[in-house]
Structures are given as C-alpha cells and as structure tokens.
C-alpha cells in the first residue's frame, strides 16, 4: 500500500473515532435530561457561581461525591488536578481506576477557560474540540478544602475535597447546600476513595449502572 493511501486510512479512522466520541457524548447528554423531573422546589432557580482565588484554587481535588453519568459512573479512587497556564487557561487532569482498587491509574486530559466576568467561578471545559460544557463553582470554603460544581440544568453535580476522607457530617454540610441551590440531593452519590468504602449504603459501587 503506498503511504498516500495509508495517510488516507489513518485521517478515516482518526474521523470515525471521532464521530463515534461525538455520539457518546450525545447519547450521554441524551440519558441525562431523561432523568425523573427534579422535585426540588427550588429546582427552577438559576445556579449562581461564586468568587474563585484561581491560582489557590489549583492543584489536586478529590471527588468524594457526584451525580453519577456515564462518563464516571463506577469509577473509584477518582481525582481532579488543576494547573493553571501563563496563558490563563487550566490543565484539567482526571485521575481514575476503573472498576476496581485494583486497577491501574487512567487518566482523561482537558482544557478549560475561565469565562470572562464570572469571577473565576465559570469555566468552559473542552472535552474535544469543538465539544465543550459548562463547569460551575457553586461554593468554595475559606480555607479552599472543599468546594462544590455543578451544571447550569442541575443534572450533574460534584463534591470535592482536598483530603480524600470526608466526614460524614461535612458531606451532610455539602448535601445541604446543594440542596438549598435546588438540586434533587437523593441523586448524589459517594464515590470511594478506599477499599473499606465499597458496598457501604450511599456510595457507588463499580458495577453501578443507575
């Protein structure tokens, strides 16, 4: 085969990779605003974003809790690093083992942009361009130790936390602000971040399929 055909079928297959990526992520969105209709009666309230200190915002943030979607559904052990670039726009790593303790460390690489005028409290996140959705953040403690995302619609929602073991209380804390933004708290779910955690009432469990 000469290499011009051979360039040939590397460009198809790089297209057809990316179609097939396209369509997951429509699906996914698809399975998201099927959900049950939030019965939060706040629910129609718009989200407001807050103040954030960007370059003490970076650096590693564990997921402790999320709504759970096909993109970490079943996931454990998962993790945000954030490195803010010359250029104002931020390195977003996500680290996971899939499916098990056991598993190997993967990880997803994203590039986001803080939108002009939120404060640092909305970025825009390429998933692959030319895809890109919203990132809100809802609250941030003084002591930027825990903080918490979400999504304009309210179908996703995260908690994260700087120490991979939240107290139960806190998370109760975390569930009762997201709660007071309109969000239908009983959809959160904890993500474990160590192996005593898997099976226990509340948590993911890696063959979640919700």
Not at 18 to 27: C, N, T
Not at 140 to 153: A, C, I, S
């Amino acid at each position: 085969m000469g290499t011009k055909h051979k360039d040939h079928g590397v460009r198809a297959g790089l297209r057809w990779i990316h179609g097939i990526a396209v369509a997951a992520l429509v699906l996914g969105v698809a399975a998201c605003s099927s959900q049950p209709p939030n019965p939060n009666p706040r629910a129609a309230v718009p989200l407001q974003t807050v103040q954030v200190d960007l370059p003490r915002y970076m650096g590693r943030w564990y997921v402790i809790a999320n709504i759970p979607y096909f993109g970490e559904r079943g996931n454990v052990g998962s993790y945000a690093e954030w490195k803010l670039r010359p250029d104002g726009r931020i390195d977003d790593g996500y680290i996971y083992r899939p499916g098990s303790f056991d598993a190997p460390f993967k990880r997803m690489q994203f590039l986001d942009s803080v939108v002009p005028g939120s404060g640092g409290g909305e970025w825009r996140v390429r998933l692959f361009w030319p895809i890109y959705v919203s990132q809100l953040t809802l609250y941030v403690d003084p002591e930027y130790h825990v903080t918490l995302l979400g999504y304009p619609d309210k179908s996703l929602g995260w908690v994260f936390s700087r120490d991979p073991n939240m107290s139960d209380a806190d998370y109760k804390a975390a569930l009762g602000r997201f709660e007071a933004m309109g969000y239908d708290i009983s959809r959160f779910r904890r993500v474990p971040q160590f192996p005593s955690q898997l099976g226990q009432p509340g948590f993911q469990s890696p063959g979640d399929a919700e």
